[in-house]
């Protein structure tokens, strides 16, 4: 059978080394695909010792709920999960105290260290000997594909060090991050197999999987997650626990928006192909504004085509030299980028940590400027409702009430909690009960919620007006498309109940119902789990950069699509894989995933809640 196989292909190759770079797609985990998994149906044994009768997690059989007559599919665990929704957000939200993550075990931290250690020694003595005899990995002049890979005639675009972590362990497990796809990003979805002749420095999908041979080939089809999509590419169907889907329109898009979304193509353009202060203006872009602004409170708002250069641009409108600008320490790197491109003095504070932020604008206001001791012009707070590596939500009362002591301005980015938190969707404003006035400036995306793209800035007419004529997205960027536009009014309608229906009320319970459940097992596990109750982004902590690829390729041939997470997104020692929750996930689909990564974490040694060595 291997004589059917491309000779140019190693299949052979299985697991991760540092002198040998693994192939994605290998005899061995083509055939796992064959092998059974657990049904949808199938449930997870708890391991904690604060369970009763209701932890049990096989699914009620047709229970009404008292409040809408449906049936809630938790009302077997629903008393144990809202005594602890109702601990959390009591501790967090009224209480006050920070939010500790757990503390990286021992040995953990010291197989961390030496895992890094080992590559970055290995990984320069192979530089090294690649330099002496003009021959390796990435200097071999048979490997080259462009006349500038040959280095005897032209000079390195980036020295070695500038790129020693993406040729020394990013190609190595590359085949776990920026997977292609071949359906909408949805509950289940169909990711395309690749593979490597390389090494993994670069991967191509397989496209009818004569590669394979058709022996291997038939094995592969015959299993439980293989499929066929357009033109004849192999795709392999997972359950998604990685998109950004929260609210589940990629699952029922043809039902909630469809009809709204095509029906605007016919007298609407994909693209303005101008940006808004020319002609990249329609009917759309203004009710959109209109219906932000609206959602949220505020006088007036403005939209943009990306989530990311909304803060990467916004911040810089907004400040400059002779303000500060307040960060948090783990905001999101497009808030740390506006905050480099403003020119304004910066200052971070600890996570969450108001006590500080108080002492910092204190010190501000006294001290004034470095240097020339004058006052600064403003001072602005920056600050995420949900963060996105954490899954911790903002500590939005206190920083509040800090601000407004202080005359500070307050930034709130809501890019994961619009639409996906509080009990009408409107974020962490209305989860933490806060009033709107007492947020400045409010911004969000629309790639999360409502499966569009794009970003938005809400506050008062002032600002937005300078935002229209100073902002580099606004000035200068293509305006967000039309359908775009249609697409997030049409889920603004379903989330408001405009529609005529309650599928935006059952999306936001279900949403919430999911995430708590999910986070509750995961927990129960002896899993180190990050972040708050009600929120849809849970990670969870691998720490070792060997478990990165471990953990994905694993949960992969299973049938699991995951998110990890590691260097230098997050701190070298805090390794992760992040789950996102759906609404459109049923009970079925996460009892399933849980099994999944019950099965995993055994054979990784993941349960650092329960023992030191996992």
């Given at each position: 059978?291997?004589?059917?196989?491309?000779?140019?292909?190693?299949?052979?190759?299985?697991?991760?080394?540092?002198?040998?770079?693994?192939?994605?797609?290998?005899?061995?985990?083509?055939?796992?695909?064959?092998?059974?998994?657990?049904?949808?149906?199938?449930?997870?044994?708890?391991?904690?010792?604060?369970?009763?009768?209701?932890?049990?997690?096989?699914?009620?059989?047709?229970?009404?709920?008292?409040?809408?007559?449906?049936?809630?599919?938790?009302?077997?665990?629903?008393?144990?999960?809202?005594?602890?929704?109702?601990?959390?957000?009591?501790?967090?939200?009224?209480?006050?105290?920070?939010?500790?993550?757990?503390?990286?075990?021992?040995?953990?931290?010291?197989?961390?260290?030496?895992?890094?250690?080992?590559?970055?020694?290995?990984?320069?003595?192979?530089?090294?000997?690649?330099?002496?005899?003009?021959?390796?990995?990435?200097?071999?002049?048979?490997?080259?594909?462009?006349?500038?890979?040959?280095?005897?005639?032209?000079?390195?675009?980036?020295?070695?060090?500038?790129?020693?972590?993406?040729?020394?362990?990013?190609?190595?497990?590359?085949?776990?991050?920026?997977?292609?796809?071949?359906?909408?990003?949805?509950?289940?979805?169909?990711?395309?197999?690749?593979?490597?002749?390389?090494?993994?420095?670069?991967?191509?999908?397989?496209?009818?999987?004569?590669?394979?041979?058709?022996?291997?080939?038939?094995?592969?089809?015959?299993?439980?997650?293989?499929?066929?999509?357009?033109?004849?590419?192999?795709?392999?169907?997972?359950?998604?626990?990685?998109?950004?889907?929260?609210?589940?329109?990629?699952?029922?898009?043809?039902?909630?928006?469809?009809?709204?979304?095509?029906?605007?193509?016919?007298?609407?353009?994909?693209?303005?192909?101008?940006?808004?202060?020319?002609?990249?203006?329609?009917?759309?872009?203004?009710?959109?504004?209109?219906?932000?602004?609206?959602?949220?409170?505020?006088e007036s708002a403005i939209v943009y085509n990306m989530g990311f250069n909304t803060n990467?641009?916004?911040?810089?409108?907004?400040?400059?030299?002779?303000?500060?600008?307040?960060?948090?320490?783990?905001?999101?790197?497009?808030?740390?980028?506006?905050?480099?491109?403003?020119?304004?003095?910066?200052?971070?504070?600890?996570?969450?940590?108001?006590?500080?932020?108080?002492?910092?604008?204190?010190?501000?206001?006294?001290?004034?400027?470095?240097?020339?001791?004058?006052?600064?012009?403003?001072?602005?707070?920056?600050?995420?409702?949900?963060?996105?590596?954490?899954?911790?939500?903002?500590?939005?009362?206190?920083?509040?009430?800090?601000?407004?002591?202080?005359?500070?301005?307050?930034?709130?980015?809501?890019?994961?909690?619009?639409?996906?938190?509080?009990?009408?969707?409107?974020?962490?404003?209305?989860?933490?009960?806060?009033?709107?006035?007492?947020?400045?400036?409010?911004?969000?995306?629309?790639?999360?919620?409502?499966?569009?793209?794009?970003?938005?800035?809400?506050?008062?007419?002032?600002?937005?007006?300078?935002?229209?004529?100073?902002?580099?997205?606004?000035?200068?960027?293509?305006?967000?498309?039309?359908?775009?536009?249609?697409?997030?009014?049409?889920?603004?309608?379903?989330?408001?109940?405009?529609?005529?229906?309650?599928?935006?009320?059952?999306?936001?319970?279900?949403?919430?119902?999911?995430?708590?459940?999910?986070?509750?097992?995961?927990?129960?596990?002896?899993?180190?789990?990050?972040?708050?109750?009600?929120?849809?982004?849970?990670?969870?902590?691998?720490?070792?950069?060997?478990?990165?690829?471990?953990?994905?390729?694993?949960?992969?041939?299973?049938?699991?699509?995951?998110?990890?997470?590691?260097?230098?997104?997050?701190?070298?020692?805090?390794?992760?894989?992040?789950?996102?929750?759906?609404?459109?996930?049923?009970?079925?689909?996460?009892?399933?995933?849980?099994?999944?990564?019950?099965?995993?974490?055994?054979?990784?040694?993941?349960?650092?809640?329960?023992?030191?060595?996992?």
């Amino acid at each position: 059978m291997r004589d059917s196989i491309d000779d140019d292909v190693d299949w052979s190759k299985t697991s991760l080394s540092v002198d040998d770079a693994p192939i994605i797609i290998s005899r061995e985990s083509l055939t796992e695909n064959c092998s059974p998994v657990p049904s949808q149906s199938s449930v997870t044994e708890s391991s904690s010792s604060d369970t009763s009768d209701d932890n049990s997690s096989s699914a009620p059989s047709s229970v009404p709920d008292d409040e809408d007559g449906d049936y809630d599919i938790y009302l077997d665990v629903r008393d144990r999960m809202e005594r602890l929704v109702a601990k959390d957000r009591q501790s967090y939200l009224f209480e006050h105290k920070l939010h500790e993550p757990p503390s990286i075990p021992f040995f953990a931290a010291l197989t961390t260290y030496l895992g890094y250690t080992v590559l970055i020694v290995v990984g320069h003595i192979r530089d090294l000997c690649a330099s002496l005899f003009r021959n390796g990995r990435y200097r071999s002049k048979a490997q080259a594909q462009f006349p500038s890979d040959d280095l005897t005639l032209f000079a390195p675009l980036l020295k070695s060090w500038e790129n020693f972590y993406t040729r020394r362990l990013y190609h190595r497990i590359q085949d776990c991050f920026n997977r292609p796809i071949a359906s909408s990003p949805g509950a289940i979805i169909h990711v395309l197999e690749r593979g490597s002749r390389d090494g993994m420095k670069t991967m191509h999908v397989l496209n009818d999987g004569r590669e394979l041979g058709d022996e291997v080939k038939r094995e592969y089809m015959e299993g439980n997650h293989a499929s066929i999509a357009t033109g004849g590419r192999i795709t392999r169907r997972c359950l998604n626990l990685g998109s950004y889907n929260y609210l589940g329109f990629a699952d029922d898009w043809n039902a909630t928006c469809e009809s709204d979304v095509l029906a605007s193509t016919s007298n609407l353009p994909m693209s303005c192909g101008s940006s808004r202060m020319e002609c990249g203006a329609t009917a759309l872009h203004i009710e959109l504004e209109e219906m932000v602004a609206d959602f949220l409170g505020k006088e007036s708002a403005i939209v943009y085509n990306m989530g990311f250069n909304t803060n990467a641009n916004t911040i810089p409108a907004l400040a400059g030299r002779g303000d500060l600008l307040i960060s948090d320490e783990l905001n999101h790197t497009s808030i740390v980028n506006g905050a480099r491109g403003s020119g304004a003095a910066i200052r971070t504070f600890r996570h969450n940590d108001a006590a500080q932020l108080e002492v910092i604008l204190r010190e501000a206001i006294v001290m004034g400027r470095p240097r020339m001791r004058r006052p600064f012009s403003k001072i602005l707070v920056l600050v995420e409702g949900i963060y996105s590596m954490e899954g911790e939500y903002c500590n939005l009362n206190e920083i509040s009430r800090v601000c407004n002591k202080y005359g500070a301005y307050l930034y709130l980015d809501e890019a994961h909690s619009i639409g996906a938190m509080g009990k009408t969707g409107r974020g962490m404003v209305e989860y933490c009960g806060v009033n709107s006035d007492n947020v400045h400036i409010m911004m969000g995306t629309f790639s999360k919620s409502f499966g569009g793209m794009g970003g938005y800035i809400a506050s008062s007419k002032s600002v937005i007006d300078l935002l229209r004529s100073k902002c580099a997205a606004s000035l200068y960027h293509n305006s967000l498309s039309p359908i775009v536009c249609q697409q997030i009014i049409t889920s603004f309608r379903v989330i408001k109940g405009e529609d005529g229906t309650t599928i935006g009320k059952q999306k936001l319970r279900n949403l919430r119902d999911n995430s708590n459940y999910f986070r509750m097992r995961l927990i129960d596990m002896g899993l180190h789990v990050l972040g708050n109750y009600d929120s849809p982004v849970m990670p969870i902590m691998l720490y070792n950069p060997t478990k990165i690829a471990a953990f994905s390729r694993e949960c992969f041939k299973r049938g699991i699509a995951v998110v990890v997470v590691g260097f230098p997104a997050v701190p070298i020692l805090m390794s992760r894989a992040r789950f996102c929750i759906s609404a459109g996930h049923t009970r079925e689909d996460l009892d399933r995933a849980l099994k999944v990564i019950d099965e995993v974490a055994d054979i990784l040694k993941l349960r650092y809640a329960v023992s030191a060595f996992g």
